[in-house]
């Protein structure tokens, strides 16, 4: 069984930062790639970030320059570092892990992220 476990949500003020962690746990996966998604009250699930097991990084144009995706595939660690928060970037985090068997996809629990005006 895979279990993805993120943490560092929590509450800031509009223009602060917060940093999210997520790893990977268990036996029989091997990720392709790690990243972040998110949703916000009454809307779908939206993609943010993506690190690649080759080291290639990719931003949602909302977050582009304000956000900072790192981490390690091979250990099965993801980061996502949040500056210039916006009270439109409220809303549960999901780590989202894929492995090299395209039918395998791996999701965490989520973790809120709460930004005020």
């Known amino acids: 069984q895979v279990q993805l476990v993120e943490s560092g949500g929590g509450l800031v003020q509009a223009g602060g930062s917060l940093n999210l962690s997520c790893t990977a746990s268990?036996?029989?996966?091997?990720?392709?790639?790690m990243g972040w998604y998110r949703q916000a009250p009454g809307k779908l699930r939206e993609w943010v970030a993506i690190?690649?097991?080759?080291?290639?990084?990719n931003y949602a144009d909302s977050v582009k320059g304000r956000f900072t995706i790192s981490g390690d595939i091979a250990r099965n660690t993801v980061y996502l570092q949040m500056n210039s928060l916006r009270p439109e970037d409220t809303a549960v985090y999901y780590c989202?892990?894929?492995?090299?068997?395209?039918?395998?996809?791996?999701w965490g629990q989520g973790t809120q992220v709460t930004i005020s005006s």
């Open positions: 268990g036996s029989g996966f091997n990720m392709y790639h």
């Open positions: 690190l690649n097991s080759n080291g290639r990084r």
């Open positions: 989202n892990g894929a492995d090299y068997n395209p039918a395998l996809t791996y």
